[in-house]
Nanobody
């Protein structure tokens, strides 16, 4: 599975961005997908995850109520809608895939995209 994240950019605090992760391979619908982020000098942290069906999601407390994950198995994509962005959301965002169930630990994910930079100015 190959992953390609896009949609990052520079936005003012309070603004919105929509990240998208395009995948290759015919087995996308069997994978749970996750978004993680890594700020400079910090460890990679979990943001959100979605199961293979799109019916079950999980989200980090730090972004709850502001970020929404979704997927389109027909298009083999997973999106992260980010609203009410804050400067502390500034990071490189990565999409990742794992074959079984959602997970919040990066070690559970087998495949990773290259990351897309999100910068939120105050």
């Amino acid at each position: 599975v190959q992953l390609q994240a896009s949609g990052g950019g520079l936005v003012q605090a309070g603004g919105s961005l929509r990240l998208s992760c395009a995948t290759s391979g015919r087995t996308f619908s069997s994978y749970a997908m996750g978004w993680f982020r890594q700020a400079p000098g910090k460890e990679r942290e979990f943001v959100s995850a979605i199961d293979w069906s799109g019916q079950r999601t999980s989200v980090a407390d730090s972004v709850k109520g502001r970020f929404t994950i979704s997927r389109d198995n027909g298009k083999s994509t997973v999106d992260l809608q980010m609203n009410s962005l804050k400067p502390e959301d500034t990071a490189v965002y990565y999409c990742a895939a794992k074959p079984v169930g959602r997970g919040s630990r990066s070690s559970e994910y087998d495949y990773w995209g290259q990351g897309t930079q999100v910068t939120v100015s105050s």
